[in-house]
T-cell receptor
């Protein structure tokens, strides 16, 4: 089992729809969870961090965390073509500041 | 967040040679990391660059192949030694944010080894 798993996609959604990106992790001791966006040829850009169970909203983005199920998700409301990118889930290795990254989900927002 | 720069932004190198990548931050940071992103892959942590002491390497990465320097709290270098085509990758430095848990990435160095 991979330490951090994501569906590679591509996930295609029409413009204006909600995009739902999912991530599962294996380390029960992980406490910090992050979503990064990476455009082709660019470096990852931090979108959201979440540390507690439940939802955290920031503009069009909502991160959801369920530690019991070892599951973290990212919802993008009112998806725009400019949201088309690869979304990387990162989880800290328990007791450290080190991240483990998933392989990323490629999102395509269709105009 | 801190402004991070990397040099060079890209390079094409011959096998058997070495390349040193620089990472400069506009403010002092405690945590600094080096990652590799191979074509079509996700990010893999190479090492944590520790100021004033040797870097801490992840499993599968060794100091002889990837020597790292961290002379102060704003600068680090990663050297890719005795390169082979398998070292072709993007190399990224990242720094810890005000919240130590968060990391911000530099623009990356795109390396092609022929």
């Amino acid at each position: 089992q991979k330490e951090v798993e994501q569906n590679s996609g591509p996930l295609s959604v029409p413009e204006g729809a909600i995009a739902s990106l999912n991530c599962t992790y294996s380390d029960r001791g992980s406490q910090s969870f992050f979503w990064y966006r990476q455009y082709s040829g660019k470096s990852p850009e931090l979108i959201m961090s979440i540390y507690s169970n439940g939802d955290k909203e920031d503009g069009r983005f909502t991160a959801q965390l369920n530690k019991a199920s070892q599951y973290v998700s990212l919802l993008i409301r009112d998806s725009q073509p400019s949201d088309s990118a690869t979304y990387l889930c990162a989880v800290n290795r328990s007791g450290t500041y080190k991240y483990i990254f998933g392989t990323g989900t490629r999102l395509k927002v269709l105009a | 967040s801190a402004v991070i720069s990397q040099k060079p932004s890209r390079d094409i190198c011959q096998r058997g040679t070495s390349l040193t990548i620089q990472c400069q931050v506009d403010s002092q940071v405690t945590m600094m990391f080096w990652y590799r992103q191979q074509p079509g892959q996700s990010l893999t942590l190479i090492a944590t660059a520790n100021q004033g002491s040797e870097a801490t390497y992840e499993s599968g990465f060794v100091i002889d192949k990837f020597p790292i320097s961290r002379p102060n709290l704003t600068f680090s270098t990663l050297t890719v030694s005795n390169m082979s085509p398998e070292d072709s990758s993007i190399y990224l430095c990242s720094v810890g944010g005000q919240s130590q848990e968060t990391q911000y990435f530099g623009p990356g160095t795109r390396l092609l080894v022929l």
